[in-house]
Nanobody, 122 residues
């Protein structure tokens, strides 16, 4: 079992910045990736950024590439997401996950937590 604790959400104006953090504990060594997902009201959950546990590979969805940056402290099992130049369409609940690396994305294998809310006003 892997436990994930997300933090760092909040409300900002467009073009502002936020930093999300996720601390993993438990059987995290069984996982080959960590990732951030998000779900906006009325929309499906989508992958935002993925980090491969055993390499420096990080992949971003095209809607956030160039604005969001992952940091993965593999010794402490902390995955952070620095979000800059935020847009109203980034408004969503953000979830951390750990899972299996599938070449270009991270398949989540952990249960979804409560997430952390990010609200961007125009």
């Amino acid at each position: 079992q892997v436990d994930l604790v997300e933090s760092g959400g909040g409300s900002v104006e467009a073009l502002g910045s936020l930093r999300l953090s996720c601390v993993a504990s438990g059987n995290i060594a069984d996982m080959t990736c960590m990732a951030w997902f998000r779900q906006a009201p009325g929309k499906e959950r989508e992958g935002v950024a993925f980090s491969h546990t055993h390499s420096n590979t990080m992949i971003y969805t095209h809607t956030v590439a160039g604005r969001f940056t992952l940091s993965h402290d593999k010794a402490k099992n902390i995955l952070s997401l620095q979000m800059n130049s935020l847009k109203p369409e980034d408004t969503a609940t953000y979830y951390c996950a750990a899972g299996a690396w599938r070449g270009a994305h991270c398949q989540p294998l952990t249960q979804w937590g409560q997430g952390t809310q990010v609200t961007v006003s125009s």
